[in-house]
């Protein structure tokens, strides 16, 4: 099966400082991939879309300039939490599309990755 | 606005029995709906995809219909067991592209 990894699982920041995220597709290549924010109890909230070579596209809402995505190759994407600030504390979770093409749209997840900004 | 519900409260249920997990949406016509699992602090697992001419799906010890008049499915758990303990939640698709619309999940606790 498809495996999708993140890291770090946890970080603490100080305010005002930046954390990068990286997601990474151990076992398959992901043109497309996704960034997710959790809050408890609460559903999934897509944030960006991130497509290997070009620009990611932000969900309405989402500052492009504080969540800075890259995904320079097939297997992995970056998010850049810039200038954290409490309330950017968060569960972040990024999932992948094989790149194949599954068009059943199942997606694989990281194992997410707990921000807390001090 | 497109919206899905799960029921927000814990569901609990005695170990062997059948436990049913309900998803209803409006203002949407999902080509396919998906059910993934979370466990706390983890991401979700995918576990089945029913789409909207399906009826019926079934995988081991779980079942999901798909009801597209009353805008409902349901998730089905025989025989539960303990470690099915966890949060599920439901997705919608469209057929054009892998951006779902996530239900916000059913923590389901089963009860040895």
């Known amino acids: 099966g498809a495996v999708v990894s993140q890291h770090p699982s946890w970080v603490i920041c100080k305010s005002g400082t930046s954390v990068k995220i990286e997601c990474r597709s151990l076992?398959?290549?992901?043109?497309?991939m996704f960034w997710y924010r959790q809050f408890p109890k609460q559903s999934l909230m897509l944030m960006a879309t991130s497509n290997e070579g070009s620009k990611a596209t932000y969900e309405q809402g989402v500052e492009k300039d504080k969540f800075l995505i890259n995904h320079a190759s097939l297997t992995l994407s970056t998010l850049t939490v810039t200038s954290a600030h409490p309330e950017d504390s968060s569960f972040y979770i990024c999932s992948a599309n094989p790149r194949a093409g599954s068009n059943t749209g199942e997606l694989f997840f990281g194992e997410g990755s707990r921000l807390t900004v001090l | 606005s497109q919206k899905i519900e799960q029921n927000s409260e814990a569901l609990n249920i005695q170990e062997g029995k059948t436990a049913t997990l309900t998803c209803n949406y409006t203002n949407y016509s999902p080509a396919y709906l998906q059910w993934y699992r979370q466990d706390p602090g983890r991401g979700p697992v995918f576990l089945l995809l029913i789409r909207e001419n399906e009826k019926e799906k079934r995988k081991e010890r779980l079942k999901v219909t798909f009801d597209t008049t009353l805008k409902q499915s349901l998730f089905h758990i025989t025989a539960s067991q303990p470690a099915d303990s966890a949060t599920y939640l439901c997705?919608?698709?469209?057929?054009?592209?892998?951006?779902?619309?996530w239900g916000a999940g059913t923590k389901l606790i089963i009860k040895p």
């Open positions: 997705a919608l698709a469209g057929s054009s592209n892998y951006q779902l619309i």
């Open positions: 076992d398959f290549q992901a043109t497309t």
